[in-house]
């Protein structure tokens, strides 16, 4: 067995009876590619358009200015997704340097945890340009809110950070939450406080599994990567024009 594929049994087998474990067991692997194949199951206008932040509103560093130069990143978001880890901080649990510390381990990298976490810090690069613009745009047709799992350090210190608290009517962060991204039990949650019906809701997130998560809960999700692609995806959805803003 590849080291690779031993850290993968081991992120898998750290989440067994954790909220949302076998339903993550049970999601097909990410692509992480643009992806228009799933039906739409609502009918007239969307009632809310949910934007992820990192990937899609969130410009992201490289990963090997998170993880260091010369680190496997080829499955790096599923491991990621599947890390007890990254799971236990970004619902709001932990000190940061408990997780980097735990992190580091977990993935093997060859960066101290201080290290890793001054370059976590650091991650989130700021909105992509054109991301203001469109979730205004979107906004003058129906209502918005960012969904994202996210940590304290992510959402208070990021660039731009006094912007893009703001740019959404709604925010529903795992940090604050306790619920995480690809469980059910967020999309439920999220619904249910917007008051509107799962197939009134459209979410684009970069991630697949984050997508397959909201399918099964009903949403009308897309793959999508930074505002251009979001952009692209409501105008063939109907919910905007063909023109720039």
Not at 83 to 107: H, I, K, M, N, Y
Not at 182 to 198: E, F, K
């Amino acid at each position: 067995m590849s080291v690779a594929t031993s850290q993968c049994v081991k992120d898998l087998l750290g989440l067994v009876g954790k909220p949302g474990w076998v339903e993550f067991l049970a999601m097909p692997e990410s692509t992480n590619q643009p992806s228009d194949d799933a039906s739409s199951p609502g009918s007239g206008k969307p009632a809310v358009v949910i934007f992820d932040m990192g990937g899609v509103l969130v410009r992201l560093a490289s990963l090997p200015d998170l993880l260091g130069v010369g680190q496997e990143t080829a499955d790096f978001w599923s491991r990621w997704l599947a890390s007890p880890a990254v799971r236990t901080f970004e619902r709001g649990d932990g000190a940061p340097e408990v997780f980097a510390d735990q992190l580091v381990e977990e993935l093997d990298l060859a960066i101290t945890p201080d290290q890793f976490l001054a370059n976590f810090v650091r991650f989130c690069t700021g909105l992509y340009p054109g991301a203001a613009d469109l979730v205004n745009e979107v906004g003058s047709q129906v209502q918005t809110a960012v969904l994202s799992n996210t940590n304290a350090l992510h959402w208070n210190n990021q660039a731009d950070a006094a912007v893009i608290q703001t740019l959404c009517d709604r925010s529903y962060l795992s940090f604050q939450l306790g619920l995480l991204k690809p469980d059910a039990a967020i999309y439920r949650h999220v619904a249910a406080d917007l008051g509107v019906r799962a197939e009134d809701i459209v979410f684009l997130d970069d991630n697949q599994i984050n997508v397959d998560g909201a399918r099964r809960a009903g949403w009308q999700a897309h793959v999508v990567a930074g505002p251009g692609q979001a952009r692209d995806c409501l105008v063939r959805l109907g919910l905007l024009d063909g023109g720039t803003s």
